[in-house]
Nanobody
C-alpha cells in the first residue's frame, strides 16, 4: 500500500511561489493517478491538480490553471506542486493523494491513509 507524506508548506506573500513535495513510500502503479487536494477551514476537500504515474498527463482545477504546475519523479517516487503567483485564496492545508482516477480527493485508493498535510498560508 502506497503511503504519502507532504512537505514544503509555509507562509508566502501574494504573488510569490512555493514548491510542495510529496514522497511516496512504495511505488505507485503506472495506472494510478496522484495529485494534490486542499481543504480550508470549514470547507470540503477539493481537487487541485493530478498527474498519471505512468504518463505525463496533467490535470488542474480551473482556479489554479496557469499558475500551478504538477510534476512527478518516478526515480524518487515523488510528486511536486510548483505554486506560482499565489493568491490569498490559495491558503489551505494541502494533501497528497492517490487513486485510480481524478476523484482521488474524495475516493482515494482503498486502505489509503491521509497524511498530515502541509499548511500553505498567503499574506496579502
Amino acid at each position: 500500500q502506497v503511503q504519502l507524506a507532504e512537505s514544503g508548506g509555509r507562509l508566502a506573500q501574494a504573488g510569490g511561489s512555493l514548491r510542495l513535495s510529496c514522497a511516496a513510500s512504495g511505488r505507485p502503479y503506472s495506472s494510478h493517478v496522484l495529485g494534490w487536494c486542499r481543504q480550508g477551514p470549514g470547507k470540503d476537500r477539493e481537487f487541485v491538480a493530478g498527474i498519471r504515474w505512468g504518463r505525463t498527463s496533467t490535470y488542474y482545477a480551473d482556479s489554479v490553471k496557469g499558475r500551478f504546475v504538477i510534476s512527478r519523479d518516478t526515480d524518487k517516487n515523488a510528486v511536486y506542486l510548483q505554486m506560482n503567483n499565489l493568491k490569498p485564496e490559495d491558503a489551505s492545508v494541502y494533501y497528497c493523494s492517490i487513486g485510480t482516477d481524478l476523484g482521488f480527493c474524495q475516493q482515494p485508493l482503498r486502505g489509503f491513509a491521509w497524511g498530515q498535510g502541509t499548511q500553505v498560508s498567503v499574506s496579502s
